[in-house]
């Protein structure tokens, strides 16, 4: 069993940047493809970004690509997302999410397990 806890989100300015963390526990992290998602209010949870337990695939929604960066330190047994040039429409709650499979997959259904997520909010 894989415990997932998201740190990093907060209050920022449309422009700004943030760095969410995901510290994985309970499995064997490199062995993970992980991903971030997020959902706000009303609206149906959407793909983020996604990076394959082998570092040599990554997959991002177009919505944040050239804007958000995921990586991860499979020796801190960590998953980040570097969120530059924020938008207002990036407001949502973030969750990180770890399947067994190899490939930075975007459907949802097809992860494993979850964090509790981190809420991001970008004023205007």
């Known amino acids: 069993q894989v415990q997932l806890v998201e740190s990093g989100g907060g209050l920022v300015q449309a422009g700004g940047s943030l760095r969410l963390s995901c510290a994985a526990s309970?499995?064997?992290?490199?062995?993970?493809?992980m991903g971030w998602f997020r959902q706000a209010p009303g609206k149906e949870r959407e793909f983020v970004a996604a990076?394959?337990?082998?570092?040599?695939?990554?997959n991002y929604a177009d919505s944040v690509k050239g804007r958000f960066t995921i990586s991860r330190d499979n020796a801190k047994n960590t998953v980040y997302l570097q969120m530059n040039s924020l938008k207002p429409e990036d407001t949502a709650n973030y969750s990180c999410a770890a399947r067994s499979g190899r490939s930075a997959n975007e459907v949802a259904r097809m992860y494993d397990y979850w964090g509790q997520g981190t809420q991001v909010t970008v004023s205007s």
């Open positions: 990076i394959s337990w082998r570092l040599d695939n990554t």
């Open positions: 309970g499995g064997t992290f490199s062995r993970y493809t």
